[in-house]
Every structure is written in C-alpha cells, then in structure tokens.
Nanobody
Framework: QVQLVESGGGSVQAGGSLRLSCAAS?????????MGWFRQAPGKEREGVVTMSHTGGAVYADSAKGRFTISKDNVRNTLDLQMNSLTPEDTAMYYCAAEPKQAVQRPLYPGEYNFWGRGTPVTVSS
C-alpha cells in the first residue's frame, strides 16, 4: 500500500517562497508511478498544480507556470515542490498524489489518482 506524507507547509508573506516535500513509501523502486501536487482552497474544488509521469514529464497548471518547480528524487522516494513568488491566491491545503501507471490521460485531474497524502497547509498573506 502506497503511503504519502507531505511536509513543508507554513505561512509566508506575498512574494515569498516555500518548498513542499512528499515522502513516498510502500512501493518498489522498479514500480511505475505518476505523482503530483494538488491543492484545495476553502470552498473550492481540488485542483492540479503540477504532476509528473513515471518518465519525468511534467505538466503544470497555468497558475503554476514560471513560479513552481516539481522535482523527484528516485533514491529518496520524494517529490518536492518549490514555490516562488507566492500570492494570497496560492493559499490552500496542498496534497501529494500518486497513481501506479506510467502516465495518466488527464494529468491535472484529481480523479486520475488513487493514493493521497493528508496534506500540508500553505497560507500566503498580503
């Protein structure tokens, strides 16, 4: 059973940066997995931020392009999200997700992923 644990959330002022990390366990290094970051703001639906296929292809939401960077460490089994130039609109609970496939058809669609962490909160103040 895949387990995902997020860390790195916190409170920052607008223009600041945060680095989120997702520690994955419960699967072998040879397994194929897509992984990604999603977020859910109060009163809104969960949305994709950026995801990565098993071969490393990344898909960014328009809101994340140019500001956020996803990276994967296959040795440590971690998935990081570097977030720069944060704005209050980035305030949300951020979730790590995984799906045991080489790739998914809709990379930013939450329904494509069956394994989820509990989330880490990000608050950006103006």
């Amino acid at each position: 059973q895949v387990q995902l644990v997020e860390s790195g959330g916190g409170s920052v002022q607008a223009g600041g940066s945060l680095r989120l990390s997702c520690a994955a366990s419960g699967y072998t290094a040879s397994s194929a997995y897509c992984m990604g970051w999603f977020r859910q703001a109060p009163g809104k639906e969960r949305e994709g931020v950026v995801t990565m296929s098993h071969t490393g292809g990344a898909v960014y939401a328009d809101s994340a392009k140019g500001r956020f960077t996803i990276s994967k460490d296959n040795v440590r089994n971690t998935l990081d999200l570097q977030m720069n130039s944060l704005t209050p609109e980035d305030t949300a609970m951020y979730y790590c997700a995984a799906e045991p496939k080489q790739a998914v058809q809709r990379p930013l669609y939450p329904g494509e992923y069956n394994f989820w962490g509990r989330g880490t909160p990000v608050t950006v103040s103006s």
